[in-house]
């Protein structure tokens, strides 16, 4: 009887879409603290073609080859030594980072959230990243209350969406700034929509806005903090889309560094960073709270997020060039099973 496989998406050189190949690898056991889960959703995320193309700031120094996969949902298949509190068959979710595009995937029992059983797991995996991003920007990062007035740049994407239908559930007012052919989702999503083809989203709200959602990029940014009201909040997302492919790391690293600068000067405004990976290094309770208390939203049906296709192993190259391409309304994601 032969060693069990494990079917993996392996980058094997920074590059494009062509650069990931689909291997059998003999599968691990778990080891102490660890268990081993069988993937049912991990999904592909636009940051994972941020990645491959080695402008990622967290896996800039990861040596290829190596797996792909930021999230996963899966199933316990194997307990290692030490590890209490979880039995065989028991479904748990967790922010890899990397290694969990797979059939199976080791974790740390440590930094395992529950998922209730009665969810889709594909759904469920969409909620790891971007509505928990959305999540912790919207009541970790800016602490928003009902009645306040906030804008999400880039409202169109997967954390726009999410950040705007949780605004939305706390009864927050919320714009999103999108191209014209969004508009219809942005209403869809009970919020505002400001076109930026038409609308100068700095004299949307003349008095300004309590809270504006940006990513690094230095001419959007002075716009944004212009755009807040007295005292308002800028709130930079970590390593957005935009200015990465366009600028490069370095030049998003300068950005980032420029943003805390900023947030010193006694302006009356206020600017934070925002990274989930930073955020969950400080305090990872909060990561497991948080996506927890999505996940058990999504159990009520009190939020819905959107599942644009399920694929194949063989199908993930293609993912990447759609991921780049854009125009995709919800998250497309890996279904090993």
């Known amino acids: ?138 009541h970790r990062s800016a602490r928003a209350v009902s009645g306040q007035q906030v804008l999400m740049h880039g409202a169109g994407g997967a954390v726009g969406q999410a950040l705007l239908s949780l605004a939305k559930l706390a009864e927050i007012e919320a714009w999103g700034g999108v191209h014209a052919k969004y508009a219809a989702l942005i209403r869809e999503l009970g919020a505002h929509p400001i076109d930026y083809d038409r609308e100068d989203f700095t004299r949307v709200l003349p008095a300004g806005f309590d809270v504006i959602f940006d990513g690094i990029g230095e001419k959007a940014y002075r716009r944004s903090f212009a755009a807040l009201k007295p005292g308002g909040l800028l709130v930079a997302i970590g390593y957005s889309a935009g200015a990465e492919a366009r600028q490069g790391l370095m030049h998003t690293l300068a950005s980032i560094a420029r943003l805390y600068l900023w947030g010193l000067m006694p302006m009356g405004k206020r600017t934070h960073f925002y990274s989930i990976n930073v955020m969950r290094a400080r305090h990872p309770e909060w990561f497991k709270h948080d996506l927890a208390y999505l996940l058990e939203l999504l159990r009520e049906g009190r939020i819905r997020p959107k599942v644009a296709e399920r694929i194949s192993f063989d199908q993930v190259p293609d993912a990447h060039r759609q991921l780049e391409a854009g125009g995709l309304e919800g998250k497309i994601v890996l279904c090993p099973g």
């Not at 689909?22 to 691990?28: E, G, K, N, T």
């Not at 056991?29 to 993937?39: N, P």
């Not at 509190?85 to 028991?90: A, M």
Request: a negative charge; proline letters at 6%.
């Open 1 to 138: 009887m032969g060693v069990p496989l494990n079917r993996v998406v392996q980058l094997t050189e920074y590059g494009g879409p062509e650069c990931l190949r689909i291997l059998d690898q003999p599968r691990a056991s778990a080891g102490i603290g660890e268990v081993l889960v069988r993937v049912l959703a991990s999904s592909i995320n636009y940051t994972d073609t941020l990645i491959r193309r080695h402008l990622y700031p967290q896996t800039a120094a990861y040596q290829v080859p190596f797996v792909m996969g930021y999230d996963v949902v899966g199933e316990i298949d194997e307990i290692g030594p030490g590890v209490s509190g979880f039995e065989i068959g028991d479904r748990v979710a967790d922010m890899t980072v990397t290694g969990s595009n797979a059939t199976y995937r080791l974790l740390k029992a440590k930094d395992l959230t529950r998922v209730p059983g009665d969810v889709d797991p594909a759904e469920a995996a969409t909620l790891i990243l971007s509505w928990t991003t959305a999540y912790q920007m919207l």
